[in-house]
């Protein structure tokens, strides 16, 4: 007689294993994409098409370090200083240095247009200057970085970008010499004068849709601030506040929309608002998760390291930009490393709103770790790892919202429990009173 076995329902897959297993994929896809344009090869120099679209020089970058920081256009031309390479990554990056750096790329002209428009996707090079020959062989040179007021710009953008001229048929090398305290990066890329004027404005809606997300945010909670008074809404909007001044200082917005004739506060700016973040957020962490309750030693370990970073954020007006920046850069990964541990252990210990807090963070970490790998050398900049931390902000503050809804939600829930078994016990009294008086009436 043949043996039938009976096989049982699945389970419900644990929340815990299936977060897991979304961090484990996150992380693959996000690899392959940090990954995929490192297999592109380059071979053949970059050219303007007739439709003059834009150009992008990753992998045709060659560079030249020079050490002392002092060599000269002229030097690094006749090989006083070395020779130039190909760059090791698709976009150079070379992190923090001390060293200055001559890059080289050529470019060939098949359209009719001849005014282009040189940009440096990375706007926190102190000083840049592009060098390259223009009519009867003159050198041309045009000098910049975010050590200069705004309009000093050759295009009011929030990346850096340079006139150069080319004519049609011809074939440019372009020279540009770097020297930044910041890390050193430069994703180039070459447009026509009218595209770069539409590349523009697709950045400026996008930078516009998400702050206007973040203040969304700030708008909502401090609704829910009126209608509910938590301490955790007003570090909520505290957090959103900080994160949304360290995104605008990031990608250069700060500077252009608000600090225009001030590059050495926006410049502060960056390594001050990161220190604040990190204060509001494990400050809004601290009482969401309730630690003080929950998890005391991790709650002390919390204010620790609020007061390093309220002593980071002083020492911003004291120490160079260089060494904070570096501060600055460990104590982001810290932060993001530090809220995701808080939540997993909540969650681990049964603090179910600790569920949306871990999620986003979760997010926000994978994206935040992406940055700062990029900017101390370890990952390549590109489109994805300039653009992961907006992506990934966007996305913590609205489940982070989501949160809050959640832990209001349940502490309702619990306020009408415990208002009903006061109730239910005023009752039982009422009516255990009204025997007794009957009893003392009947005797």
């Known amino acids: 007689m043949r043996d039938f076995v009976t096989i049982s329902p699945l389970r419900e897959v644990p929340f815990e294993t299936k977060f897991r297993w979304g ?108 060098f390259y020959r223009g009519d009867d062989a003159k050198l041309v040179s045009h000098s910049g970085g975010d050590h200069r007021i705004f309009s000093a710009r050759h295009r009011p953008h929030r990346t850096l970008n340079f006139p150069v001229k080319i004519d049609t048929g011809e074939v440019k090398p372009i020279y540009l010499r770097v020297k930044t305290d910041s890390s050193v990066q430069l994703p180039l890329r070459l447009f026509t004068e009218r595209g770069f004027g539409d590349h523009m404005a697709r950045e400026n809606i996008g930078n516009a849709l998400f702050v206007g997300i973040m203040l969304v945010m700030i708008l909502f909670n401090a609704f829910l601030y009126l209608v509910f008074p938590d301490r955790a809404n007003l570090l909520y909007i505290g957090f959103v506040a900080s994160n949304l001044a360290v995104q605008t200082a990031l990608n250069g917005t700060l500077f252009a929309w608000m600090l225009p004739y001030y590059p050495a506060v926006a410049n502060t700016a960056i390594v001050f608002s990161i220190f604040l973040t990190g204060i509001f957020m494990f400050l809004f962490s601290r009482t969401f998760l309730e630690l003080p309750e929950r998890m005391p030693k991790a709650n002390t370990v919390v204010l620790g390291i609020v007061g390093a970073s309220f002593v980071g954020g002083i020492l911003c007006f004291f120490l160079s930009y260089a060494i904070m920046a570096k501060l600055a850069a460990l104590t982001a990964i810290v932060i993001f490393v530090g809220t995701f541990i808080l939540g997993l252990q909540s969650f681990r210990r049964g603090y179910e709103p600790a569920r949306y807090f871990l999620v986003a963070f979760a997010t926000f970490l994978v994206c935040g770790v992406i940055y700062a790998f990029k900017a101390t050398g370890f990952l390549p900049s590109n489109a994805f790892t300039d653009k992961a931390v907006l992506v990934g902000s966007a996305l913590q503050v609205t489940l982070l919202s989501l949160a809050l809804a959640h832990r209001f939600k349940l502490i309702q829930d619990e306020n009408a429990r415990v208002q009903k078994e006061i109730a239910e016990t005023e009752q039982e009294l009422q009516e255990e009173l009204q025997t007794r008086v009957h009893l003392i009436s009947g005797a």
């Open 23 to 130: 961090v484990w994929l996150l992380s693959f896809v996000l690899s392959i994409g940090c990954c995929a344009p490192l297999l592109a090869a380059a071979s053949k120099i970059p050219t303007v098409n007739a439709q003059g679209t834009m150009v992008d020089f990753a992998n045709h970058i060659e560079y030249l370090e020079d050490p002392s920081g002092n060599g000269t256009f002229e030097e690094a031309l006749i090989g006083s200083l070395g020779r130039f390479e190909p760059s090791p990554k698709e976009t150079p990056n070379f992190g923090f240095t001390k060293s200055a750096y001559f890059f080289r790329v050529e470019v060939q002209n098949e359209s009719a247009y001849t005014d282009f428009v040189l940009e440096i996707g990375y706007p926190h090079i102190d000083r840049v200057e592009v």
